[in-house]
């Protein structure tokens, strides 16, 4: 049977779509995920290297980590999963909120992306209100603000706050679509994880796309074992029959 088949007869009757993704959905664009061995850099945690004390611990080594991240960004391009959401646009209302800094939804074309966890390429000051873009690289980390203190990515370290008017917005999305995909995402994380279910208060269907099982696999209507590089076209391909 086709990985889709179940929902085939409803596609004309999904209004809104929305899209829940993580790293898994940029694995197959060469970018590794955070959980298991991929999560490890020069045999730090990765996990560990996300929070704040960790930061003002050793600010130069978090710079460094991100610096070769966003390298690694910079040079990688969206994947057949990335692109097929972005088509998608073409037959349905799509909205996607992602907990992936790395702005390959965009590059791939599509034009609703809420960023839960901020991006790669801004920064923001420990000290003052300063927010704003790297252009190019810094040659020395971590690098100063105007004001003397230290700036830092302004992505979402754990134990932070998502920034309130997008965390609100993809809250309100979730809550109006009649069908969510969640692809790429372990679901462990708060509060990105919630999102299915205010989709479910909608009763909307929801779909796990993840070579994985995830801990809110029993949650779902449809879960495809695959990628979503192989997945998410085929999905698509019913919208254009
Ligand atoms: P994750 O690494 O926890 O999970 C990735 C998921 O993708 C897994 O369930 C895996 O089975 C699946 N997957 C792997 N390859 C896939 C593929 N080709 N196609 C489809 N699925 C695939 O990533 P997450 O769920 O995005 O983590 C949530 C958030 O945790 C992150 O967005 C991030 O904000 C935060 N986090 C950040 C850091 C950091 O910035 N250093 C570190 C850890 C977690």
Redesign the pocket.
């Known amino acids: 049977m086709k990985m889709f088949e179940l929902i085939k007869d409803k596609i004309s009757d999904f209004e809104k779509i929305v899209f829940v993704t993580?790293?898994?959905?940029s694995?197959?664009s060469g970018i590794p995920?955070?959980?298991g061995e991929d999560?490890l850099w020069r045999n730090y945690d990765?996990?560990k290297?996300?929070t704040i004390d960790a930061f003002y611990e050793d600010p130069k080594l978090v710079w460094e980590w991100y610096n070769e991240r966003r390298q690694n960004i910079f040079a990688a391009e969206p994947n057949p999963?990335h692109k097929a959401i972005a088509e998608l646009e073409k037959y349905a209302k799509v909205v996607v909120l992602t907990?992936?800094?790395d702005g390959l939804h965009q590059k791939a074309g599509s034009s609703q992306v809420l960023e839960l966890?901020g991006s790669i390429v801004k920064i923001k000051c420990t000290g003052c209100d300063f927010i704003g873009e790297i252009k190019t690289e810094f040659t020395e980390v971590p690098p100063l603000c105007k004001c003397g203190n230290i700036l830092r990515p302004d992505?979402?370290?754990f134990g932070e706050q998502l920034p309130q008017d997008v965390w609100k917005n993809a809250m309100i999305h979730a809550s109006e679509c009649d069908l969510m995909v969640i692809?790429?995402?372990?679901?462990?994380?708060t509060p990105?994880n919630t999102l299915p279910l205010y989709a479910k208060q909608n009763n909307a269907i929801l779909i796990e796309?993840?070579?994985?099982e995830?801990e809110m696999s029993s949650e779902m209507d449809l879960v495809v074992r695959n990628?979503?590089?192989i997945s998410l076209p085929e999905f698509v391909s019913m919208f254009k029959k």
């Not at 692809?183 to 994380?189: D, I």
């Open positions: 993580g790293a898994g959905i694995q197959e995920t955070f959980r999560g990765a996990m290297l996300a999963g907990q992936n800094i966890h992505v979402v370290w692809a790429g995402t372990s679901l462990v994380v990105a796309v993840n070579p994985q995830t990628t979503s590089a």
